[in-house]
Nanobody
Framework: HVQLEESGGGSVQAGGSLRLSCVASGSDFSIYTMGWYRQNPGQQRDMVAT???????KYADSVKGRFTISSDNAKNTVFLQMDRLKPEDTAVYYC??????????????WGQGTQVTVSS
């Protein structure tokens, strides 16, 4: 079983910055991809940024040039540096990790979510 622990959400004024962190823990697991998604009430959960084990990175168009995803593979940790934040970035941000356990079964786990609020 893989667990994710997020940190770093909060409130900031437009134009400010926040940094989110997510650590994956468990036994005998490998990570294929880690990423960040966001969701507002009544809306679908959308991909913000993902990073794959081979180093491939994808961003939502709305955050390109403002957000940066990075990882520390040795610590099973993914970061999301969010700069030049806008009010429309306000959402609950969820960490996601996918991979394999014991090279046998797949997993697709979500963190508990962390609130990001950007005021104008």
């Amino acid at each position: 079983h893989v667990q994710l622990e997020e940190s770093g959400g909060g409130s900031v004024q437009a134009g400010g910055s926040l940094r989110l962190s997510c650590v994956a823990s468990g036994s005998d697991f490998s990570i294929y991809t880690m990423g960040w998604y966001r969701q507002n009430p009544g809306q679908q959960r959308d991909m913000v940024a993902t990073i794959f084990a081979d180093g491939t990175i994808k961003y939502a168009d709305s955050v390109k040039g403002r957000f940066t995803i990075s990882s520390d593979n040795a610590k099973n940790t993914v970061f999301l540096q969010m700069d030049r934040l806008k009010p429309e970035d306000t959402a609950v941000y969820y960490c996601n990790a996918r991979g394999h356990i014991s090279d046998i079964s797949n997993y697709n786990e979500w963190g508990q979510g962390t609130q990001v609020t950007v005021s104008s």
